[in-house]
Nanobody
Framework: QVQLVESGGGLVQAGGSLRLSCAVS????????MGWFRQAPGKEREFVAAIEGTGSLTHYTDSVKGRFTILIVKSTVYLQMNSLKPEDTAVYYC??????????????????WGQGTQVTVSS
């Protein structure tokens, strides 16, 4: 079993930064692919970023490349978000896939989810 607890959301102006945290508990955390997804009102949940293994492999959706960074420090997965835009407004979810599975951009292939944290970017 893996438990995920997100924090760090909030309200920020366009161009600002936020850092989301996902505290992970459970055994063999290092064998899971970890991902961040987001869901805006009226839209489907979409892939944002993922990190695999020891953190050497990272993946991003095109709209956040160069602005967002996913990283793992001990048992916490972070999503550093810079140069935020109003279109980044959504509920952000941390997810885990595994053990011993590669990352996926399909939310249905993830096994564990956090409760979500709201990010609102004002123009």
């Amino acid at each position: 079993q893996v438990q995920l607890v997100e924090s760090g959301g909030g309200l920020v102006q366009a161009g600002g930064s936020l850092r989301l945290s996902c505290a992970v508990s459970g055994r063999t955390f290092s064998t899971y692919a970890m991902g961040w997804f987001r869901q805006a009102p009226g839209k489907e949940r979409e892939f944002v970023a993922a990190i695999e293994g020891t953190g050497s492999l990272t993946h991003y959706t095109d709209s956040v490349k160069g602005r967002f960074t996913i990283l793992i420090v001990k048992s916490t997965v972070y999503l550093q978000m810079n140069s935020l835009k109003p279109e980044d407004t959504a509920v952000y979810y941390c997810a885990a896939r595994g053990p011993w599975k590669a990352y996926s951009r399909n939310s249905e292939e993830y096994d564990y989810w956090g409760q979500g944290t709201q990010v609102t970017v004002s123009s």
